[in-house]
C-alpha cells in the first residue's frame, strides 16, 4: 500500500488500482467516456498494456481468454451504450464458462443520469443476468473500495464476470485515496466428513466414472488428479470443451464428455453406479441435452463437487453435494486401492477413445481430420488451441489430443467468432507458447477484423479458417429437420488469404491434404500473424458423416 496520499484523479485512481491488483494487460476500444482512464493509464504503461482492439466483441472475446487462461481476471474497458452492447458476447461466454473477468464501461455523468442521455443505459439491468455483480461507482474515493470488492467476486467460489460503470464526472474528479492491495481467491474446502463418504460411495461402486470440468482449476490440482484416478484405476471424462483438464494420454483418459460424444462413452456414463462429477455444471452440452442423467434426481449416485454452492442441487440432487474449490478438493481426496475391476474397464475405455479418435475419411481432396492429427503430433506440448463454434470445431474436439493443462481455449456457451481474438489474447499472454485458432468460415468473420488487432501488437500465431461455404451447422440441422428446403445458410466468402494479407499479416490457401504441412511450417516462420483457409468439401459436414447422407436418411424417415 502507497504511503503518500497525492491527489489523483478518478482515471489515474483507477488504472493504479488495476496495477495495484496485478492487472498487466487489458482489452478494449477507447471512448470519450472514459478518457481520465485513459490519461491515468498513460502513466502505468510500462506495467499495464492496453489492446487496443477493432471491435469490442472481439476485445471482449480476447479479455475472456485471457480470464480463462491465466486464471487471473481479464479485463475490459469499453464505452457507453454502443462499446456496452458490442462487448456483451465475451461476457456471456465468461458468465457460462466461470471466466474471472472485469469489465469497465463508461457511462453517462451523475448530472444527467436517467434522462436517457447520449448513449445512456442502465448496466445494472443490462447486464443483470451476465455478470456476478454489476456497480456504478458514483464517488471517486470509493474506486478503490469497488475495484478490490469487484476482483473478489470475479474470483471468488465459481469465477464470472463484474461490471463497474463510470459515470464521467466522478472519473474527472479528484480524491486523495490510498490503493488496495491484490484480491484473494476465496474458495471453500472440504471437509474430513464429507471425504469420509466419499470414500465410502466410491469403495461400494461397481462401474464408477469420473467428469471434470469447469473454470478454477490450476496445474497442479490437474496433474494431482490425475496420478489419483491412475492409481485407483478410475476412468475420467472431461466435460464439454474442457478437454485440457484431464491429460488425454493417461491410460484413465475415457474421452469427452460433451457435444458429439462418443455413444460408447454416452452408455458408459449412464451405466455408471456411482458419478463424481469435479468442476462442471452438467449443463445441456455435458448431459447430452440432460438425458444422460435424469432431472433432478439422478439414477447414478452422483458426487457433486463445485465451488458455486448455488450449482450444487440446481438441476440434480447429489447423493453428495460438495461445495469446495477443485485444488482444495483434489488435496483432500482420500487414498483408495486400486481396483482391478475397475481397472479392466477403463482400460476398454480409453481404447474406445482412441479409436473414436482416429480421423475416417471425408469427402474432398482436404482431409480436414488428419490436418488435425497432424498438428496434434507436431505441435509442442503445451501450445494453446483457440476454437470457435460451429461443426468444423468438432474434428478439433474429436482428433486433437490435449496434453496439457490450458491448452483448450473454447467457448462453452457456443459462441461463434471466439477462436480468432482468443488466439491473439493466448499469444499475448504466453508468447513463447505456440498458439493455433481453428476458425470456420462463418466464425472467422465474426471477428476477423482483429487480424488488425494480432498485426498492432504482434501476436504472430497461425490461425486456420475452415471453410466449407456454409454456415455448415444451421444447414445440418436443416436438411435433418426440413430436408431439402435450404434457406440462408450459403455463404460467399472473400479470398481468406489476401484478406489477412491485405492486414500485413501472412496468408496461405491449402486446397490438398499434403500442402497443409509446408503451408503451416511458412505461416509458423513468417513471423507476422498468419492465416491458412482450408477449403473443405461443403459435404464433410461432421467428422462421421455427410451433408447428404443426413438428407437422404430424413427424406427416408418421411416417406
Ligand atoms: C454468435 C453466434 N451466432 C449464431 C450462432 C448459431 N450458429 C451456430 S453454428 C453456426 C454456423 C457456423 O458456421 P461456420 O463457422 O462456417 O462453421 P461450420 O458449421 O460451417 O463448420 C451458426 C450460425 C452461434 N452459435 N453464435
Ligand atoms: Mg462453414
Not at 477507447?30 to 491515468?40: A, F, I, K, R, V
Not at 482431409?367 to 506440448?381: D, H, K
Not at 481468406?496 to 490438398?512: D, L, M, N, P
Not at 504441412?517 to 491458412?532: D, F, H, Q, T, V
Request: aromatic content about 8%; charged content about 20%.
Amino acid at each position: 500500500m502507497k504511503s503518500d496520499l497525492k491527489t489523483r484523479h478518478g482515471g489515474k485512481i483507477l488504472a493504479d488500482a488495476l496495477v495495484a491488483q496485478g492487472v498487466k494487460m487489458a482489452f478494449g476500444v477507447p471512448g470519450e467516456s472514459y478518457l481520465p482512464l485513459l490519461d491515468g493509464m498513460h502513466d502505468v504503461r510500462d506495467q499495464l498494456q492496453f489492446i487496443v482492439c477493432r471491435q469490442e466483441g472481439g476485445a471482449s472475446y480476447m479479455a475472456e481468454a485471457y480470464g480463462k487462461l491465466t486464471g487471473e481476471p481479464g479485463v475490459l474497458l469499453v464505452t457507453r451504450g454502443p462499446g456496452a452492447t458490442n462487448g456483451s458476447v465475451g461476457m456471456h461466454t465468461g458468465y457460462q464458462d466461470s471466466t474471472p473477468m472485469v469489465m469497465f464501461i463508461g457511462q453517462v455523468g451523475n448530472d444527467m443520469v436517467e434522462r436517457e442521455a447520449f448513449q445512456e443505459i442502465d448496466y445494472r439491468r443490462m447486464y443483470g443476468q451476465m455478470a456476478k455483480w454489476v456497480a456504478q461507482i458514483d464517488r471517486v474515493e470509493r474506486i478503490p473500495e469497488y475495484v478490490s470488492h469487484a476482483f473478489h467476486t470475479a474470483l471468488a467460489g465459481r469465477p464470472g464476470p463484474v461490471v463497474l460503470a463510470l459515470p464521467e464526472d466522478m472519473l474527472f474528479s479528484e480524491a486523495a485515496v490510498a490503493d488496495v492491495d491484490r484480491a484473494h481467491v476465496v474458495r471453500p474446502g472440504v471437509s474430513a466428513f464429507q471425504t469420509n463418504e466419499l470414500k465410502n460411495l466410491l469403495e461400494r461402486a461397481r462401474s464408477p466414472f469420473v467428469i471434470v470440468g469447469g473454470g478454477g482449476w490450476t496445474r497442479e490440482a490437474t496433474q494431482k488428479l490425475r496420478n489419483w484416478a491412475e492409481a485407483a484405476g478410475l476412468p475420467v471424462g472431461n466435460s464439454f470443451r474442457c478437454q485440457d483438464l484431464f491429460d488425454n494420454r493417461s491410460p484413465s483418459y475415457a474421452g469427452d464428455v460433451g457435444i458429439g460424444i462418443n455413444p460408447k462413452l454416452a452408455q458408459r456414463v449412464k451405466d455408471a453406479d456411482v458419478l463424481l462429477v469435479i468442476g462442471a455444471r452438467l449443463g445441456e452440452m455435458t448431459t447430452g441435452a440432460y438425458t444422460l442423467l435424469e432431472v433432478p434426481q439422478p439414477r447414478q449416485t452422483l458426487i457433486h463437487v463445485h465451488a458455486g454452492a448455488e450449482e450444487l442441487g440446481r438441476v440434480y440432487r447429489p447423493a453428495l453435494a460438495i461445495n469446495s474449490g477443485y485444488p482444495q478438493f483434489i488435496d483432500a481426496l482420500p487414498d483408495l486401492r486400486k481396483n482391478p475391476s475397475w481397472e479392466k474397464s477403463t482400460a476398454e475405455a480409453h481404447s474406445q477413445y482412441l479409436e473414436w479418435s482416429e480421423p475416417r475419411p471425408m469427402p474432398g481432396k482436404v482431409q480436414y481430420g488428419e490436418i488435425i492429427r497432424w498438428l496434434s503430433n507436431n505441435l509442442p506440448e503445451d501450445a494453446i488451441i483457440a476454437g470457435g463454434a460451429g461443426n468444423f470445431a468438432s474434428w478439433l474436439h474429436r482428433h486433437f489430443t490435449y496434453k496439457g493443462f490450458r491448452t483448450q481455449l473454447g467457448p462453452t456457451n457456443g459462441s461463434m467468432g471466439y477462436g480468432y481474438p482468443a488466439g491473439v489474447a493466448a499469444k499475448l499472454a504466453a508468447p513463447k507458447r505456440t498458439v493455433i485458432a481453428i476458425c470456420g468460415d462463418g466464425d472467422f468473420l465474426m471477428n476477423g477484423q482483429e487480424i488488425a488487432t494480432a498485426v498492432l501488437h504482434g501476436a504472430n500465431f497461425v490461425a486456420l479458417v475452415v471453410n466449407n461455404g456454409l454456415y455448415g451447422t444451421i444447414r445440418m440441422h436443416q436438411e435433418r429437420e426440413y430436408p431439402g428446403r435450404v434457406f440462408g445458410t450459403d455463404l460467399r466468402n472473400p479470398d481468406f488469404a489476401a484478406y489477412a494479407r491485405a492486414f500485413g499479416a501472412h496468408g496461405e490457401t491449402v486446397e490438398r491434404t499434403e500442402e497443409f504441412a509446408p503451408a503451416y511450417e511458412r505461416a509458423a516462420k513468417s513471423g507476422k500473424p498468419a492465416l491458412i483457409e482450408l477449403r473443405i468439401d461443403p459435404d464433410a459436414i461432421t467428422p462421421a458423416t455427410t451433408l447428404s447422407a443426413v438428407r437422404d436418411k430424413a427424406l427416408k424417415s418421411r416417406r
